[in-house]
Nanobody, 122 residues
Framework: QVQLVESGGGLVQAGGSLRLSCAAS????????MGWFRQTPGKEREFVAA????????TYADYVKGRFTISRDNARNTMYLQMNGLKPEDTAIYTC???????????????WGQGTQVTVSS
């Protein structure tokens, strides 16, 4: 129903900023709640942030709250993650996902992008 492609990852110094984008193709982007997850080698995928279908409702993991901002532009079929004050422990592959309801858990999302690498150096 929807295909997702992330972009905007890269290498940044600690304290720097990146803006990730998740571009969706298909006819039903506005029908989906969206989320960002991240994963590092040897660890399970973990929740970062999520946003409801209209963009009015958001939720964040404790370790990014106050630093990251999730948003979406349904007219452009795009979701964003603005990341400020980046720390080395934020280094991970960041993946966007789409689901029918806003959730903080992986199993509630049905569609996934391939991910984009974020590396934060000290």
């Amino acid at each position: 129903q929807v295909q997702l492609v992330e972009s905007g990852g890269g290498l940044v110094q600690a304290g720097g900023s990146l803006r990730l984008s998740c571009a969706a193709s298909g006819r039903t982007f506005s029908d989906y709640a969206m989320g960002w997850f991240r994963q590092t080698p040897g660890k399970e995928r973990e929740f970062v942030a999520a946003i409801g279908r209209s963009g009015s409702t958001t939720t964040y993991a404790d370790y990014v709250k106050g630093r990251f901002t999730i948003s979406r532009d349904n007219a452009r079929n795009t979701m964003y993650l603005q990341m400020n004050g980046l720390k080395p422990e934020d280094t991970a592959i960041y993946t966007c996902a789409a689901g029918l309801s806003l959730s903080r858990v992986v199993r509630w999302y049905d569609h996934w992008g391939q991910g984009t690498q974020v590396t934060v150096s000290s």
